[in-house]
């Protein structure tokens, strides 16, 4: 059990700019989950998967975010034309199952600054 | 609206002393429970988690958690905390047909020697 994987750990990029973000889970885990958490908060839910599913998606992933999961294992985050209001820390967690019996199992996830 | 507070934003304690973080929600039914730890520019820890049965939880590093459903509350306690506690901690919960973690908005412990 290797933990749960975020690429980078750090991103700096220019308003306007296009981001991507990989997430690789635990291995063997179906289910993938997004969040943000923006500074002295909590972590705010983007979407989850389940397998390649996008099953849900929040309020907040506006048209400028999407996410992937085509083979059902890693995932990506891309961020287009960047505004100052997407810097935060982006996190991704994964689980073996349903949250009534499977905890969530978190990265150390990719802080994203906006010049 | 369904929510979770945690109503210290900051608690400080000796090393030695002992400690309880505060999390109570709103929601209709019980819902499953968990308290996570963030050290600074880290992700979070499960500490420990509620999903039926006794209580009384018990988690990682010593900690304990019990569930009171009469308050509506999930409160993280430790007998006697150490320097290295010092971090952020989160409530969350996930309401019985949910998927996705509600966090509360933390609370941070700093450790006095």
């Known amino acids: 059990d290797t933990g749960v994987s975020q690429d980078p750990r750090h991103k700096i990029t220019k308003r306007g700019q296009n981001v991507t973000f990989r997430c690789d889970p635990i291995?063997?885990?179906?289910?993938l989950y997004w969040y943000r958490q923006t500074l002295g908060q909590g972590p705010e839910f983007l979407t989850y998967?389940?397998?390649?599913?996008?099953?849900?998606k929040s309020r907040l992933l506006s048209d400028r975010f999407s996410a992937e999961r085509p083979k059902g294992s890693f995932s990506t985050l891309e961020i287009q034309r960047t505004e100052q209001g997407d810097s935060a820390m982006y996190l991704c967690?994964?689980?073996?199952?349903?949250?009534?019996?499977?905890?969530?199992?978190f990265g150390d996830g990719t802080r994203l600054s906006i010049l | 609206a369904q929510s979770v507070t945690q109503p210290d934003i900051h608690i400080t304690v000796s090393e030695g002393a002992s400690l309880e973080l505060r999390c109570n929600y709103s929601?209709?039914?019980?819902?499953?429970l968990f308290w996570y730890v963030q050290s600074p520019g880290q992700g979070l820890q499960l500490l420990l988690k509620?999903?039926?049965?006794?209580?009384l939880v018990q988690g990682i590093k010593g900690f304990e958690a019990e569930f009171k459903r009469s308050q509506s509350s999930f409160n993280l306690r430790k007998p006697s905390v150490h320097w290295s506690d010092a971090a952020e901690y989160f409530c969350?919960?996930?309401?019985?047909?949910?998927?996705?973690?509600?966090f509360g908005g933390g609370t941070r412990l700093m450790v006095k020697p």
């Open positions: 967690a994964s689980s073996l199952g349903h949250p009534s019996n499977q905890p969530q199992h």
């Open positions: 291995s063997e885990h179906n289910r």
């Open positions: 998967f389940q397998n390649e599913a996008q099953l849900e």
């Open positions: 929601y209709g039914a019980t819902p499953y």
């Open positions: 509620y999903f039926s049965g006794d209580t």
């Open positions: 969350a919960v996930v309401p019985g047909a949910g998927n996705m973690l509600t």
